[in-house]
């Protein structure tokens, strides 16, 4: 085999269609776009969900579910995660924010049950779950 016997395979390689050159070619005149509509103009193309004028499916189900006005949104913590607060501190809402453990935007904060704590803190304004509180309030601790 020699350089100049390597082709690709047969049918492998196929010509570019060139629309728009004239009767001869086949493709003059429309340049296979068919006559009129939407589809034989430039940019023309039906958007997507576009049913033809019939009435389209997200038209004809109907609407579900609603917002909740008055639904509240609480940062969540876990008891493990006020260990680096100092024994005997008062935890609030703003202690929370300055030690970096809650950030964005929230109504309240909860605290929940998940690990162990050997201080005593004082909670103020926080919501905590029956499991945290009755671990803060064995080892001393207090909610308010």
Same mark, same amino acid.
């Given at each position: 085999? *020699?350089?100049?016997? &390597?082709?690709?395979?047969? %049918? ?7 629309? +728009?050159? +004239?009767?001869?070619? +086949? ?10 509509? &939407? ?16 009435? $389209?499916?997200?038209?004809?189900? $109907?609407?579900? +579910?609603?917002? #909740?006005?008055?639904?509240? *949104? #609480?940062?969540?913590? #876990?008891i493990r995660e006020l260990d680096s607060f100092d024994d005997g501190s008062i935890i609030d809402i703003d202690s929370l924010k300055k030690? %970096? ?11 929940? %049950?998940?690990?162990?704590? =050997? =201080?005593?803190?004082? &909670?103020? #304004? ?13 080892? %001393?601790?207090?909610?308010?």
């Amino acid at each position: 085999m *020699q350089i100049h016997d &390597l082709a690709p395979a047969p %049918g492998s390689r196929k010509k570019r269609k060139r629309i +728009g050159r +004239g009767p001869g070619s +086949g493709m003059g005149k429309t340049s296979t776009k068919g006559h009129k509509g &939407l589809k034989a103009r430039a940019g023309g193309s039906v958007r997507p969900g576009f049913e033809g004028g019939q009435m $389209p499916l997200y038209r004809r189900l $109907p609407k579900r +579910g609603f917002c #909740n006005i008055f639904k509240t *949104q #609480n940062a969540v913590l #876990n008891i493990r995660e006020l260990d680096s607060f100092d024994d005997g501190s008062i935890i609030d809402i703003d202690s929370l924010k300055k030690a %970096g453990k809650v950030k964005g935007r929230f109504d309240g904060v909860k605290i929940l %049950g998940q690990g162990e704590t =050997k =201080k005593k803190f004082v &909670l103020k #304004n926080v919501l905590v779950s029956k499991s945290a509180r009755g671990k803060i309030e064995s080892v %001393g601790g207090s909610i308010e």
